[in-house]
């Protein structure tokens, strides 16, 4: 079975710009979570989807926002990108009710 | 206030060598406790995980931690690491009540040298 992808694994952007980065997870896994890993503030959460639906967010500015479609694949978007944005993103996805999460190779993003 | 705490962010250890790497929570509620390994420029690698029943949990390759609810702690241990046991170890904790969200730890470098 197909782990967890993410695409596309380095990205590199201008301040001021967007940003979309895209994570499909495991076959019939339906929930999506999505992390920040920084060397500053380590691995933070950003938001978890289920089913379509936003269950979960994180402490994290407007300017980062996600979605998940209905084949389960999920979508995060940045706005506006600052210096401090530059970071490893990760998706993690779960199976139904159960409590582990397994996760994506990430996406390097920097921010010029 | 919950949080999760490693203390040691960097361990060296000679091949062959027992390891612990040390985790600690924060909780008044019910907690899940993985360990995650991330080796450079990869993602997070699932190592082994307390839900429920036996407090010692091993994993594949030799990784064992107890949880210890007395002393809110769960270390990662192991007797005889390996040149390919280099990697940094992340310590997660799920708190009850908070959604699925994991709350990490600042993670541990782990260096084994021959």
């Known amino acids: 079975k197909a782990g967890v992808t993410q695409t596309p694994r380095y990205l590199i952007k201008t301040r001021g710009q967007q940003v979309t980065l895209s994570c499909s997870p495991i076959s019939g896994h339906r929930s999506v979570s999505w992390y920040q890993q920084t060397p500053g503030q380590g691995l933070q959460f950003l938001f978890e989807y289920f089913s379509e639906t936003q269950r979960n967010k994180g402490n994290f500015p407007g300017r980062f926002s996600g979605r998940q479609f209905s084949n389960s694949r999920s979508e995060m978007n940045v706005s506006t990108l600052e210096l401090g944005d530059s970071a490893l993103y990760l998706c993690?996805?779960?199976?139904?009710?159960?409590?582990?999460?397994?996760f994506g190779p990430g996406t390097r993003l920097t921010v010029l | 206030a919950q949080s999760v705490t490693q203390l040691d962010s960097q361990v060296p250890v000679f091949e062959e060598a027992p390891v612990e790497l040390r985790c600690n929570y924060s909780s008044s509620v019910s907690v899940y406790l993985f360990w995650y390994v991330q080796y450079p420029n990869q993602g997070l690698q699932l190592l082994l995980k307390y839900l429920s029943g036996s407090t010692l949990v091993e994993s594949i390759n030799g990784f064992e931690a107890e949880f210890n609810k007395s002393q809110t702690s769960f270390h990662l241990r192991k007797p005889s690491v390996h040149i390919s046991d280099t990697a940094e170890y992340f310590c997660a904790v799920t708190f009850t009540g908070g959604g699925n969200k994991l709350t990490f730890g600042t993670g541990t470098q782990l260096k084994v040298e021959l």
């Open positions: 993690a996805s779960r199976l139904g009710q159960a409590w582990e999460q397994f």
